[in-house]
């Protein structure tokens, strides 16, 4: 077989054939290196002829690697992450001269409610950085940090492969919330009968709509009436007032929401497990100091959200009246 001359290897069609294996899309590859869709087709042009393969094949469904093209990029990615960290910025990290963009991928329950802090401690310490917020679901923000789309990714996360990293556990309280004036509940009472009886909003943050909730009520052979269905936690407020839904939601959503605040509060009338936030990021991202530096700044959000939650804390769930 034929040996390639490094020597004359031009870098740039290493990057271009991981992004092509990744995105098995030209369009796609061209987007996330940043060059034009016809200068994406004529790199790949250069790549089949020097390794002699197709690469990317026109199947059923879509564009897809070849196996060529597979081994060479689990061979290839390695090693461009390790240029990128030997001549980028993860060997020192000064957050007074940086300039880095950092892209987050966060459900919008994560992104009020630790955002806000890690923003102000960005303005004050770091003003040359910039955060650049996608709203994903979870399946789709573990995607994005293995495929480098993502650098961080705030959520509820049941199983993580090995090439992601985790910290920050912590456990979300949920209440059972309601308008002050549903009919079904001035007694000040949500027995689980009553609870099963009214309709629901329920949060989905995954294809199958299943939540800890419903998963519970399974097991015990029970199941709710939903009444709408919704990615966005932030909403829930505003479909509860004025009608005769329940939600279970996070706690700490109810303080930080307008509507939130005056909705009643009930404890859910079945024993639930915690559910619990996880931070996560891929593990290219362990040795970086600007990665490192972020990270630090949400887990010590969440240090200070905890201890204000701890001091406001008080015996029982209060239904709060409008």
Request: contains cysteine; proline residues 6%.
């Amino acid at each position: 077989m034929q040996r390639l001359n490094l020597l004359n290897l031009d870098l740039n069609l290493l990057v271009a054939l991981d992004a092509l294996v990744q995105e098995e899309s030209v369009s796609r590859a061209a987007s996330r290196i940043g060059v034009t869709q016809p200068a994406m087709s004529r790199t790949l042009r250069q790549l089949r002829e020097l390794f002699g393969d197709e690469l990317l094949r026109r199947t059923s469904d879509g564009m897809k690697p070849t196996p060529r093209a597979v081994t060479l990029a689990q061979a290839v990615r390695p090693n461009l992450e390790n240029i990128a960290a030997a001549i980028g910025q993860r060997l020192s990290f000064d957050p007074a001269t940086a300039s880095r963009r950092f892209v987050l991928a966060l459900p919008d329950l994560a992104a009020r409610l630790a955002l806000p802090r890690v923003v102000k401690q960005i303005s004050a310490q770091a003003p040359g950085v910039e955060l650049a917020i996608i709203s994903t679901v979870n399946h789709d923000a573990l995607h994005k940090l293995e495929t480098g789309q993502a650098e961080l990714a705030l959520g509820v996360y049941d199983h993580l492969p090995r090439t992601l990293r985790t910290s920050n556990r912590r456990a979300l309280r949920e209440v059972c919330v309601a308008d002050p004036a549903n009919p079904l509940l001035q007694n000040g009472v949500l027995d689980l009968d009553t609870f099963l009886a009214l309709p629901h909003v329920a949060v989905t943050v995954a294809d199958n709509e299943r939540t800890p909730i419903d998963t519970t009520l399974e097991t015990l052979g029970l199941r709710r009436r939903i009444a709408v269905s919704t990615p966005y936690f932030s909403c829930v407020p505003a479909l509860i007032c004025g009608t005769r839904n329940l939600a279970v939601v996070v706690e700490d959503l109810l303080d930080v929401l307008p509507e939130g605040k005056s909705l009643a509060r009930f404890p859910i009338p079945i024993a639930v497990e915690p559910v619990m936030a996880k931070m996560v990021w891929h593990a290219r991202s362990d040795d970086d100091l600007g990665h490192a530096w972020l990270r630090n700044l949400f887990i010590a959000a969440s240090r200070d959200r905890d201890q204000m939650a701890g001091a406001a804390t008080q015996p029982g769930i209060q239904r709060v009246n409008s």
